[in-house]
C-alpha cells in the first residue's frame, strides 16, 4: 500500500496538538486573536498561531482595520466625517495593500491541510477496501487499528480546517452589525447595489445626518454656553437646505427613470396580451414568456432604485429614527383609522 506524504506529515502535525499544549493564560493573558474563535477551536487556533505566526497577525491586523474602517464610515458630523473621510482613506490603503498577500498566504497554509487530509482519507479508504475483503483475519485486525489511528488523524485535522474557515468567515463579515445601510431605510443588499451608482444621493443624505449630528451636538454644549443660540438657529437652516438639496436630487434622479419605467409597463402589458392570445389558440409562447420575465426584470430593478431612494430620504429623518421610544402612541392613531374605515368603505 503507498503511503502518502500527508499520512506522515499530517500525523506529526496532529501529535504537536499534544506536544504543544501552550500554558494555560490567565483571561487577560490570552492572546487577542483567541477572543475571535470558538471555545472548541482554542486549541487548534493555538497550534495555526503557532505555525503560522505571521499570518495570524496579519489576519488580526485586517480584522482590526476592517472593524475601525466600519466604525469611520458611521461617523457623521461635517468636521467629525472630514477626518473621518481621511482615515477611511488610509485604512482601505492598508487593506488593498495588505489584503491580496494576505489571501495568497492564507490559500496556501489551508490547502497544505486540505490536501493533507484529502490524502489521508484516500489512505483511509485503502484500508477499509482491504479490511472488507478479508474482515476476520488477524491482518485485518492490525488494519482496523491502523484506520482507527487514521480516523482519529483525519478528525483532528479537520478541526484545523475549522479554525481556518473561521478565519475567512470572521473576515468576511466583519461589520455587517455596524453597516452604513442601517442608518437609512435601505436593507444592506440594495444599499450595496445602489450606492455606488448614485453617489450624489448618499452624499446628499451623508450631508443631512452630519446636521442632525452638529445639531445635537450643540444642543449639549447650550447647557453650558446659551450662547450657542445663534449657531443652533444656523445649523437648523442649513439642515432645511440640505434636506431639500436631498429631496431635489432624489427627485431628478427619480424624474430620469419615469420614462423608461412607463415604456416597460407598456411593453410587460402588450406581451401579456400576446401571450394571452397564442394560448388561446392552443400554442405554446416560450420565447413570449422569457421575453416578459426580462421585462419584468428590468421593472423590479427601476422599483428596487426607488425605493433606494425612498429608504436614504426616510432614513434621514429624525421623527423615524428617534421615534422608538413612543410605540405606544404610533398604535393609538391605527385603532381609531380602523374604527373608522368601514365609513370610509362604504362611501
Do not use: C
Request: net charge positive; hydrophobic share 35%.
Amino acid at each position: 500500500m503507498r503511503w502518502s506524504l500527508a499520512s506522515a506529515v499530517l500525523p506529526l502535525i496532529i501529535s504537536a496538538m499534544v506536544i504543544f499544549r501552550a500554558p494555560v493564560h490567565a483571561a487577560d493573558e490570552a492572546p487577542p486573536y483567541l477572543k475571535h474563535f470558538p471555545e472548541k477551536q482554542h486549541e487548534s487556533a493555538r497550534l495555526v498561531a503557532q505555525k503560522h505566526r505571521r499570518l495570524m497577525q496579519t489576519w488580526l491586523n485586517m480584522y482590526s482595520a476592517k472593524v475601525e474602517l466600519n466604525q469611520q464610515k458611521l461617523i457623521f458630523g461635517g468636521k467629525k466625517r472630514a477626518a473621518a473621510s481621511r482615515q477611511i482613506a488610509k485604512l482601505e490603503a492598508y487593506l488593498d495593500k495588505h489584503g491580496k498577500t494576505y489571501e495568497r498566504d492564507f490559500k496556501n497554509a489551508r490547502d497544505i491541510y486540505k490536501q493533507e487530509i484529502d490524502d489521508l482519507k484516500g489512505d483511509h479508504l485503502k484500508l477499509e477496501n482491504r479490511i472488507a475483503k478479508r474482515p476476520d483475519s488477524s491482518a485485518s485486525k492490525n488494519l482496523r487499528e491502523k484506520a482507527d489511528a487514521l480516523s482519529k488523524d483525519i478528525e483532528a485535522g479537520e478541526t484545523i480546517l475549522a479554525v481556518f474557515t473561521s478565519m475567512e468567515k470572521k473576515l468576511d463579515t466583519v461589520g455587517e452589525d455596524m453597516n452604513r445601510a442601517k442608518l437609512y431605510r435601505v436593507d444592506e443588499k440594495t444599499f450595496a447595489t445602489y450606492a455606488t451608482q448614485y453617489p450624489d444621493v448618499v452624499e446628499a443624505a451623508n450631508v443631512v445626518k452630519d446636521y442632525h449630528a452638529d445639531i445635537a451636538e450643540v444642543k449639549q454644549l447650550m447647557a453650558e454656553n446659551p450662547k450657542l443660540e445663534r449657531a443652533l438657529a444656523n445649523l437648523e437652516s442649513e439642515l432645511t437646505r440640505a434636506r431639500e438639496n436631498l429631496e431635489r436630487t432624489v427627485e431628478l434622479e427619480k424624474k430620469a427613470l419615469e420614462r423608461p419605467y412607463e415604456s416597460l409597463k407598456k411593453a410587460e402589458e402588450k406581451i401579456s396580451e400576446r401571450i394571452a392570445a397564442i394560448e388561446h389558440r392552443g400554442k405554446t409562447a416560450d420565447e413570449e414568456v422569457k421575453a416578459k420575465a426580462q421585462i419584468i426584470k428590468k421593472i423590479n430593478a427601476i422599483e428596487s432604485v426607488n425605493a433606494f431612494f425612498d429608504g436614504m430620504i426616510a432614513g434621514t429623518e429624525p421623527a423615524k429614527e428617534n421615534d422608538n421610544k413612543k410605540p405606544t402612541k404610533k398604535k393609538k392613531p391605527v385603532k381609531k383609522v380602523e374604527e373608522t374605515s368601514p365609513q370610509e368603505t362604504s362611501d
